[in-house]
């Protein structure tokens, strides 16, 4: 058994007054940073922001900056830098160059941990693709590193062997991916057309990671889904059955999770995935209503929901965590048509929350009270064959009946209502 080497690193970062927050490199980014680097397996031992309006050019932090960093490595024992902004390839190799020890930046990281985490066929595809598509401008800075280091955070997943071949081998391999996940897609188009045929209604979970989106899926629907206090705990998406109290035919689907300045390949890579969010019923955004950030987790989603298309009728915003979050302030605005204030640990809240997603699937059943008289009793008999009866009786006026019924049913014995 060989020993597994802790990389100890050094996060870097510029920090810039934007009033964007969503793009700023503040404590908080570095904060996520940091998290994202345990998740990789990394020990951070420090960490290096410069006051700044831009990255360098040439080599991302000013000369004295540079100086300041060496200084740090050596006194630290550091053997891994990484940024909190993506680089280019020059880039890459003059850090590496000027430090001498090995430079990865926010993208390559998670990068690094999806390819760590995907587990099907598609999710590995996605993230191979991702990693060719984003590595394959950079390859001058990682052939020579590459084959000086060999593995490490960022060079791990099922590309790490192709990376080191030359770029049009890379080429023929992203073509190949590309043929191959087209096949899982259209495999995954038909499963989900005859959800659709069937009458299967569809709610998708998404939100920012970590925001509690497994953990309610396995409340709401009694599944044992891996639920973690981590980044990127869920990959692929999850299809579970969500039994509604008309009886219609519906699930919820668990996807993965957002982040700030997710690498743009991965969000083209893992388009079909979370097109299977886009193209949902209803939209459930979950929000780690005690985090602190939470205003601009919310708006990172609901960029990256905006840049996918998502297009459902309607979007519920959930507040999570209430057991531990301050008491709810806003009403959000814009996209979203309610709002709820829950906790998937100790379950409050969501019997609203069910209501609301009953309210808002379509093809809702309501409950009809009908008198058919004995010449309809063929009407009557009928319904038994497709619909929810909840009451009947014989009486002398005829067949009394109470039954659950959508609009099309509805629509169809309502001359019969009492
Ligand atoms: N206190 C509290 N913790 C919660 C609640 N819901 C989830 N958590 C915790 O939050 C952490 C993240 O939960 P997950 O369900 O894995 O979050 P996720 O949104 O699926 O995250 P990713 O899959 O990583 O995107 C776990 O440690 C959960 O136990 C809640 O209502 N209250
Ligand atoms: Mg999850």
Known sequence: MTEKITERAILCGVHRDLPDRTEDTTDETIAELRELAKTAGAEVVGVMVQNKDHPETAAYFGEGKLEELKSSIAALGADLLIFDDELTGSQIRNIEDITGVRVIDRSTLILDIFASRARSKEGKIQVELAQLRYNLPRLTGLGTQLSRLGGGIGTRGPGETKLESDRRHIHRR???????????????????????????????????????????????????????????????????????????????????????????????????????????????????????????????????????????????????????????????????????????????GLGRLMEILEDALPGKKREVSLLFPYSDSGEAARLHDTEVILEEEYTDAGIKMRILADEAVYARVKKWEA
């Not at 190949?176 to 038909?190: F, G, N, P, S, T």
């Not at 629907?221 to 519906?250: C, H, K, Q, Y």
């Not at 990172?300 to 965590?321: H, P, Q, Y």
């Open 174 to 348: 992203i073509e190949a991916l590309e043929e191959q996940l087209a096949e899982v897609e259209r495999h995954r188009d038909l499963l989900r057309g005859r959800r659709t045929k069937d009458g299967v209604v569809t709610a998708a979970l998404v939100g920012y990671t970590n925001a509690g989106k497994s953990t309610l899926m396995n409340r709401l629907t009694g599944s044992d889904i891996f639920a973690a206090d981590m980044l990127f705990a869920t990959l692929d998406p999850t299809v579970r059955s969500l039994e509604l109290s008309d009886g219609r035919n519906a699930v919820i689907v668990d996807t993965v999770g957002f982040i700030r300045k997710l690498p743009h390949h991965l969000i083209k890579a893992f388009r079909s995935t979370l097109e299977e969010a886009a193209e949902a019923d209803v939209l459930v955004h979950v929000i780690d209503a005690s985090d602190p950030e939470m205003q601009t987790h919310i708006a990172v989603a609901d960029g990256l929901l905006e840049e996918l298309g998502c297009k459902a009728a309607r979007t519920v915003a959930v507040f999570n965590k209430c057991d531990v979050a301050p008491p709810l302030s806003p009403r959000p605005r814009g996209r979203y048509t309610d709002y709820v204030s829950v906790s998937a640990a100790t379950g409050e």
